[in-house]
């Protein structure tokens, strides 16, 4: 069971329009946020579900607090209720009016898709350095133009990033962006195994809040965003990488390369460290290395995402050389964990759109499905048929289609860090139902039980083989 509270839409004290909050006679105000449009409608449809106001008729559209606060810098949020003077002309407020228990959907149940909310950070900073390079200077105008408060720094160190607590500077971090040139260090590359020879980063920090966050525990200092200017140096020093396999043991299962059926070839993951296409409406460095590897041969391009604005994408010239994956979940993961995100149908819709040939309005590239993190909740199975059985319906044509299975880990630094995030999350991170996995620095990390993991295994690839004969499946881990 969840519990949803439900607000009510008031007209505030300002209100100079009459047809405003009442059930039979609802007020309809709609913005426009870039090509998003925001939508009130009527007194009873909306539900504060964490930070987000969500339009219960419109379900594909829904107000994120930030979003309103980049057009409204007066709104007013205090534990039960969101004041937004002012929008449109009118001032409004939703009160808490009761809170219901909602049953969690049966895996029957069809969930509209649901678009993530372009990222809109409350401030953008950027470093001197930064804006000597010219995609520094084009995040910058991208910005300005959003309406989005920049200020340029005197110095290149980023200082004042600390609040009084944890849970304080979390949420401040997390809606802040800063152009910054990377650290020199970053120009050498690591591998990383299964998923690419080798990795190179655009940006780290991620605007997205899922509760199993990958990032916790690996990126020091406040998850801020942090967009990389020097993009062009980045791109430029892949050349030299892509004749060199990396020292690493040869991961079990096709590895990316040789799924390709080119020994020669060499896989480039672009930044694990965020969500590149979360964050690509301000930097547009994407975009920029599938341009970039579309002239290659040898090198190509993998990239994950758990947003879903991919048509600026779809007429790029990636000439073949780009997989894009989409990281997907069973409904009751995504829904619970997986905040800021757009939802699986959603990201369906985005897969399916990149996967058709352009003839048909697409953008023709080799995609993949990322089930992850894995998770045996109760029912899993009739979660995860829902799950695939969506993606086949969604991709129920000819493409070139990969999976790659990850199974749910943590390591006792993660846990700390996401329990200091997170502190009243659902994650199950007891480590006395895992089994303890040690690396050969001594390093632990907390898997599922061996027969689990072979049950869960057995499973997912026959299901998957079933619904996609021509689908192969890279690795399980
Ligand atoms: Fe972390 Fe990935 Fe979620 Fe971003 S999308 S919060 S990087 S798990």
């Not at 008729?57 to 994120?64: D, G, L, N, W, Y």
């Not at 997390?174 to 152009?179: M, P, S």
């Not at 604005?309 to 997907?328: C, I, K, W, Y």
Request: aromatic share 8%; charged share 25%.
């Amino acid at each position: 069971m969840n519990q949803m509270v439900r607000y009510a839409l008031i007209a505030g004290e300002k209100c100079r329009q009459t047809p405003v909050a009442r059930p039979q006679n609802p007020a309809f105000l709609a913005l426009q946020n870039q090509r998003r449009r925001l939508c009130f409608a009527p007194v009873d449809v909306f539900v504060l579900h964490r930070k987000t106001v969500q339009c219960r008729h419109a379900r594909q559209t829904f107000v994120p607090v930030r979003a309103l606060q980049t057009h409204a810098s007066m709104i007013h949020e205090t534990e039960n209720s969101i004041a937004v003077p002012h929008l449109g002309g009118v001032s409004l407020s939703l009160e808490r009016v009761n809170e219901e228990e909602h049953e969690t959907p049966s895996p029957q149940t069809v969930t509209a898709p649901k678009a993530a909310p372009l990222w809109m950070p409350q401030r953008a900073i950027f470093t001197p350095a930064a804006l000597e390079w010219e995609h520094g200077q084009a995040i910058f105008d991208r910005c300005e133009k959003l309406g989005i408060p920049t200020e340029k720094l005197k110095a290149n160190r980023l200082t004042g990033l600390t609040q009084e607590d944890v849970r304080k500077t979390y949420a401040a971090a997390k809606r802040t962006l800063a152009v910054v040139v990377s650290p020199p260090s970053y120009l050498k590359l690591s591998p990383i195994p299964p998923s690419a020879d080798w990795q190179f980063h655009v940006a780290e920090g991620c605007p997205a809040h899922c509760q199993y966050c990958y990032l916790a525990g690996s990126l020091s200092g406040p998850p801020i965003v942090r967009a990389f200017a020097n993009l062009p140096q980045i791109l430029e020093n892949l050349v030299q990488y892509e004749d060199i396999k990396p020292n690493v043991a040869k991961p079990r299962g096709n590895s990316p390369t040789a799924e390709r059926g080119r020994e020669d070839s060499t896989s480039f993951e672009v930044s694990c460290y965020t969500d590149p296409l979360g964050i690509e409406h301000l930097t547009g460095s994407l975009a920029e290395s599938i341009r970039y590897f579309g002239t290659r041969d040898k090198g190509f391009l993998r990239c994950v995402s758990k947003f879903d604005a991919v048509d600026e994408l779809l007429t790029l010239p990636h000439n073949g050389q780009t997989r894009f994956r989409s990281s997907m979940n069973a409904e009751p993961v995504s829904r619970r964990l997986e905040g800021g995100t757009a939802n699986v149908p959603a990201r369906l819709q985005a897969l399916r759109k990149l996967a058709l040939p352009p003839e048909r309005g697409g953008g023709g590239y080799p995609i993949g499905i990322v089930v992850a993190p894995i998770m045996p909740m109760d029912d899993w199975q009739a979660h995860y048929t829902k799950l695939l059985d969506e993606a086949a319906a969604a991709l129920d044509f000819e493409c070139d289609l990969i999976f790659e299975l990850i199974t749910h880990r943590f390591t006792p630094g993660s846990k700390d860090v996401l329990l200091q995030w997170y502190p009243n999350t659902s994650l199950d991170l007891d480590e006395s139902k895992r089994d303890v996995k040690r690396n050969k620095f001594g390093g632990t990390k907390y898997v599922y039980p061996r027969e689990l993991m072979k049950e869960l295994k057995a499973w997912f690839y026959q299901e998957i083989e079933t619904r996609f004969p021509d689908g192969k499946i890279l690795y399980w881990t």
